[in-house]
């Protein structure tokens, strides 16, 4: 059974940077596709950035050149760089796996979640 632990919100002033950490235990760290996905107060959760098996990886279109997903093979660590924040950035984010190598944006084709870490943007 696949964990994953994200760490590393909090608030920040807008234009600021934070790192987000997901910790991975459980699975083939290495080999599986991994995401972030973020859910702002009332909306639904969407896609930030994904990781696939090789190294590949794919954003959506308003955090492209802010934001860097990266893993640490070795630490069992995902991490989303981000900086430039806007206060649009203010969500739970969450750190998803799946069992193949290959990235989705949609939610559905993610099976494993961690519980959220929340990042506050202040203008």
């Known amino acids: 059974q696949v964990q994953l632990v994200e760490s590393g919100g909090g608030l920040v002033q807008a234009k600021g940077s934070l790192r987000l950490s997901c910790v991975a235990s459980?699975?083939?760290?290495?080999?599986?596709?991994m995401a972030w996905f973020r859910q702002a107060p009332g909306k639904e959760r969407e896609f930030v950035a994904a990781?696939?098996?090789?190294?590949?990886?794919v954003y959506r279109d308003g955090v492209k050149g802010r934001f860097t997903i990266s893993r640490d093979i070795a630490k069992h660590t995902l991490i989303l760089q981000m900086i430039s924040l806007e206060p649009e950035d203010t969500a739970a984010y969450y750190c998803?796996?799946?069992?193949?190598?290959?990235?989705?944006?949609?939610?559905?084709?993610?099976?494993?979640w961690g519980q959220g870490t929340q990042v506050t943007v202040s203008s």
């Open positions: 990781i696939s098996g090789r190294g590949t990886t």
């Open positions: 998803a796996a799946r069992g193949a190598q290959f990235i989705s944006k949609l939610q559905s084709d993610w099976i494993y």
């Open positions: 459980g699975g083939t760290f290495g080999y599986y596709a």
